[in-house]
């Protein structure tokens, strides 16, 4: 099976969250700015690489660990980090099918400041373990 945990969070996300939909309010990608595509309020999840890969003696298969960024994006300060407190809350002790593990790589979503057209974002990791194909 291929793993693309990117997806697969955003997925668990959309899932978690009944208020967030792929491709409507939550992408997989990095940021962008709010446009007719990417709304002012939404979520982005990317994968954003990890250690060296962990081989047992010669076998073909790998243990990967990739780190997954996710930004909450919202106009006002109080809704978006209740929105990132909810995602990391729903979060909390899943398992996302394939992956081997998935845990906060911190204790609390984080206000990142705001863009210059007033957004604020808050950010998470998020560490996903997975066995290569």
Known sequence: MTHSPDTALATEIGTQVGSLTLGTNLFIGTVRADDTVFPRNCVFVWSGGGPIPQRTMGEPDEIRTTIVHVRVRDAKYSVGSTLATLIMNSLRA????????MKGAIGEPRAMGQDPDGNHYFGMEYIMIYESD
């Open 94 to 101: 899943v398992s996302v099918a394939t992956y081997l593990d």
